[in-house]
């Protein structure tokens, strides 16, 4: 990025713009990682960091906790709480670590803050991950705790736990020249008795031990922010595709334990009950209380499993394995093409 996009624009001038979940968003301040863009409409979420919203902080007495975390600091803090106000239109998420971010009732006004023992790279970690989950889930998008990648132009998404392997597996088929939709959030519409996934932004984020096991070593990729140890993979260049509009969903592949044994990887099918439970079980910030959220997640996804097969793949506990891993899901994508389970995915020449 060129370094006048690094600092703050003069008052003023335009905002910064970026694509992001299928969202314009207009920021004051620049991003690290983002490609700025030309909208050719108004923002959907007007994003305002290093500073609060233009009410006093008494409206803070006036607010009722609507979740706080199990998990704790040391000192007994929850590491996130969700507030909402009681006399004006606002949510609050607090992070142990120093960040407060306000959302509006809508979604399409944020301001966020931090502590000086965090970076603005910090913030814009929180805005493109938690905080753009939450708009997402206030706008009406369902979305899952999940990695997509594009398939002959067909989304497929890995779909799991923290810690099964999404993102690495999803890095390995980058690799491979699979151009990557989505990282972490991933939103699902439906469009015409269809269902799309919606692009996210040009970044893949990995631990450490993930870029040893693809790079060679631990420092291959760049830090993520200057406080965290987590690294990121840059996308849209010519070596790591990003693609970035929305495709059709092709597939959806839950993972399993990664264990040592020499059958694996394979694929199995899910019956339509398990499925259905594990979609509801892995949609983005599904802890926090919404019945009519969960409501219309679990009618989406019926609707769903109907027309996009899910399938459940057993993973291998050694990274060695990584590339027929890769392998055994285009080799199970192609058998369900056949069959006519879904769309063309005929090979793409890549090498595994």
């Given at each position: ?301 019926g609707r769903l499993l109907r027309r996009v097969p899910v399938r459940r793949v ?6 060695a394995h990584l590339a027929r891993l890769c392998e055994v899901v285009i080799e ?21």
């Amino acid at each position: 990025m060129h370094d006048e996009n690094r600092r703050r624009r003069p008052l003023g001038t335009v905002p910064f713009s970026y694509p992001v979940y299928g969202l314009h968003l207009s920021v004051n301040l620049p991003s690290p990682r983002l490609r700025e863009f030309a909208p050719s409409s108004p923002a959907d979420v007007q994003v305002t960091l290093g500073s609060r919203p233009p009410f006093d902080d008494s409206v803070k007495t006036e607010e009722v906790s609507v979740y706080r975390s199990e998990e704790v600091t040391p000192d007994g803090v929850p590491r996130v709480e969700l507030s909402k106000s009681l006399t004006t239109s606002y949510f609050r998420l607090q992070y142990a670590e120093g960040a407060e971010f306000f959302v509006d009732k809508r979604g399409t006004q944020v301001w966020g803050s931090w502590l000086e023992t965090l970076a603005v790279e910090d913030a814009w970690v929180y805005l493109l991950g938690p905080i753009m989950g939450f708009v997402l889930r206030l706008r009406g998008f369902t979305s899952l705790h999940a990695s997509a990648i594009s398939v002959q132009n067909r989304a497929v998404l890995f779909v799991g736990p923290p810690g099964a392997g999404k993102s690495t597996t999803a890095a390995a088929f980058a690799g491979f020249g699979y151009p990557i939709l989505s990282d972490d959030i991933v939103p699902i519409f439906e469009s015409d008795s269809s269902f799309w996934v919606q692009s996210g932004y040009p970044c893949l984020c990995l631990w450490p031990k993930s870029v040893r096991s693809l790079f060679g070593s631990a420092d291959a990729l760049p830090s993520l922010t200057p406080t965290w140890d987590k690294r990121y993979l840059a996308l849209g260049n010519s070596r790591y595709q990003f693609q970035r509009e929305p495709l059709p969903l092709g597939g959806v592949y839950f993972f399993g334990t990664r264990e040592d044994d020499s059958a694996r990887p394979f694929v199995q099918a899910i019956p339509t009950g398990p499925a259905l439970m594990g979609l509801m079980a892995n949609t983005y910030m599904n802890y926090l209380p919404d019945a009519e959220v969960e409501a219309r997640d679990f009618k989406l996804f019926g609707r769903l499993l109907r027309r996009v097969p899910v399938r459940r793949v057993q993973p291998h506990a050694d990274a060695a394995h990584l590339a027929r891993l890769c392998e055994v899901v285009i080799e199970d994508l192609r058998n369900l093409e056949s069959t006519g389970a879904v769309g063309d995915f005929a090979p793409q020449n890549q090498t595994f």
